[in-house]
Every structure is written in C-alpha cells, then in structure tokens.
C-alpha cells in the first residue's frame, strides 16, 4: 500500500499471503502507473527488506523517485502508513469472519477504492475525501 502523504490517498496497493518484494514491487508499480510522478518525488518507508532490496530500490531510480527511509526502531517517522493500518483494521476487519480469500481481496477493494478514497473524510486534509483533496492539490499546483 502506498498512500500520498498530503492528501492520504491511497495510490496503489497490491494483495498477496506474504510480504515479499514482489508485493510491494506490485503495489509501487500500480501506484506509479496510476500517478505518473515527477522526477524528484521522495517515497517514503520503514526500513523492512522489502523496501532496502535491489529491485526494490532499482525500481525506485529507474523512476527517479528519492527512497526516504525511517530511523531506525522509530515507528514514528512512518505514521501515515501506520495509522492507514489501524484505521483499515478497525474499520474493515475488526469481528469479521470472511469466507474466502476472494471475499477478503473484495471487501479490500470496496473499502479501498470506493469508500477510503471517495467518501471517508479526514481531518488532516481539510475534512475532504482523500481524493478531494489529492485532486484539487494537483490542479492548483499546476496551475502555479
């Protein structure tokens, strides 16, 4: 999962039984396609194998994005991927039995990209949706 840190929009992600380099590597590519980022644009992330590997941060240069990692043992510095997850598992998982992976991956989806981005406000993007947010922050930047 890769969240935009203004706005917390969630801009790519990927869903997998493991957390392996292939699955961020996923989630980084679905995010790049959908965003198509300037030169420059500094990702951020915990300092997990997945995110220090070669093919991670080759992926990373060959789109010139700056890798930012967090200090070590300071869960602080990643606090908006963090607090996605609370918020994901409180509000999405929390007592609910599914009863397949395909109504895992679904409800995951819905959740995501219909309700996450579309319709859940926030306070730190002034109580807009995500996208709200994200897409009026693109246009004035744009425009400047």
């Given at each position: 999962?890769?969240?935009?840190?203004?706005?917390?929009?969630?801009?790519?992600?990927?869903?997998?039984?493991?957390?392996?380099?292939?699955?961020?590597?996923?989630?980084?590519?679905?995010?790049i396609a959908r965003q198509r980022p300037e030169?420059?644009?500094?990702?951020?992330?915990?300092r997990g194998c997945q995110?220090?590997?070669?093919?991670?941060?080759?992926?990373?240069?060959?789109?010139?994005?700056?890798?930012?990692?967090?200090?070590?043992?300071?869960?602080?510095?990643?606090?908006?991927?963090?607090?996605?997850?609370?918020?994901?598992?409180?509000?999405?998982?929390?007592?609910?039995?599914?009863?397949?992976?395909?109504?895992?991956?679904?409800?995951?989806?819905?959740?995501?990209?219909?309700?996450?981005?579309?319709?859940?406000?926030?306070?730190?993007?002034?109580?807009?949706?995500?996208?709200?947010?994200?897409?009026?922050?693109?246009?004035?930047?744009?425009?400047?």
């Open positions: 999962m890769i969240v935009d840190w203004p706005s917390r929009l969630v801009v790519g992600w990927a869903l997998a039984d493991h957390m392996r380099t292939e699955l961020c590597l996923e989630a980084l590519r679905d995010a030169p420059g644009l500094v990702h951020h992330s915990d995110y220090t590997s070669y093919d991670y941060q080759k992926a990373l240069r060959d789109n010139h994005i700056v890798s930012s990692m967090s200090r070590k043992r300071n869960c602080w510095d990643n606090a908006v991927a963090e607090s996605f997850w609370a918020t994901i598992k409180r509000e999405l998982t929390d007592g609910i039995e599914r009863e397949s992976e395909e109504e895992s991956q679904a409800a995951i989806f819905e959740y995501i990209e219909v309700y996450y981005n579309r319709k859940r406000l926030h306070s730190t993007p002034d109580y807009m949706t995500p996208q709200e947010y994200h897409y009026s922050y693109k246009e004035s930047a744009e425009a400047a």
